[in-house]
């Protein structure tokens, strides 16, 4: 659907809503100017900050460094040329590091370090997007409400509420023109066992306390971060089989249905109005 730029004073609340930009610097900057862009009054990111891969960007000699991704070896001088490289990496969601090759060579034989130096570098990252928020949406009108994921380690949620502009959005009340947005960042169990999966009574418990909050009187928007849909078993004839993805391990048995969490919450208690 194509977004028209309208003006914010016409009335009404107007929201922009993104997700999954997995570590995406180029998203994240657009997600930025959104609010501007669109004439919107609220910029929602619902989660799954963090990207999926850390890129060594080793130090060679005469000043050269040398980064192998994307199924080549790219190599850049000091300065400018390194600067882009590192600029290329995150505009695929990556996470450039420089290291020396001794550091390189002891991270490939201690995956505990090199998973913890992987978090440290997100951490990081995470605390830039931030400080970025924060300049560009400095004296904004716009309300810019930031979550973590299923796919955010715990470190994030504290990263976002330390520092994002309107602090972390997940598990609390916001209102923004009278209406109230409850946020969460959790998702139901996965094939991939990310980072905050909660089995469906797990989810229950957090989506009714949350509900407890809202104003019944008032207007509400509920913003759960993406219902993964799991694998389920058909029937082809007389023999069964298992729906197939590349990420989900040969032989593992698909989770339950998902979803239900959600929507027993809404039985408990009356659904607020939405905006």
């Not at 997700?19 to 995406?24: E, L, P, Q, T, Y």
């Not at 947005?181 to 959790?186: A, T």
């Amino acid at each position: 659907m194509r977004l028209l730029r309208r003006n914010r004073d016409e009335g009404g609340l107007r929201i922009f809503y993104a997700a999954d930009i997995h570590g995406s610097d180029t998203c994240w900057r657009k997600f930025l100017k959104a609010g501007d862009f669109y004439g919107v009054d609220v910029i929602i990111l619902g989660g799954d900050l963090t990207g999926k891969a850390m890129v060594a960007v080793v130090r060679g000699p005469g000043g050269t460094w040398r980064a192998q991704f994307l199924g080549r070896v790219a190599e850049a001088r000091e300065s400018d040329e390194l600067r882009a490289l590192e600029a290329q990496i995150r505009f695929n969601g990556f996470y450039p590091y420089r290291c020396e090759p001794e550091e390189l060579a002891r991270l490939d034989t201690d995956p505990a370090a090199r998973q913890s130096r992987f978090e440290e570098v997100m951490r990081d990252d995470v605390q830039r997007w931030m400080d970025l928020a924060a300049e560009r949406l400095r004296g904004s009108p716009v309300t810019c409400l930031v979550m973590p994921g299923n796919d955010d380690g715990d470190y994030v949620a504290d990263v976002v509420a330390q520092s994002a502009p309107a602090g972390n959005a997940e598990e609390r009340l916001t209102e923004v023109k009278g209406v109230q947005f409850l946020s969460l960042g959790y998702s139901n169990i996965t094939p991939w066992h990310t980072d905050r999966e909660l089995g469906e009574d797990q989810l229950s418990e957090k989506i009714e306390r949350l509900v407890k909050d809202l104003d019944p009187a008032g207007r509400g928007q509920a913003r759960p971060h993406d219902r993964h849909q799991p694998w389920q078993r058909v029937q082809r004839g007389s023999a069964a089989r298992v729906d197939r993805h590349p990420h989900r391990r040969e032989g593992s048995q698909p989770p339950v249905r998902g979803g239900l969490s959600a929507r027993d919450a809404g039985r408990l208690r009356q659904r607020p109005r939405a905006a």
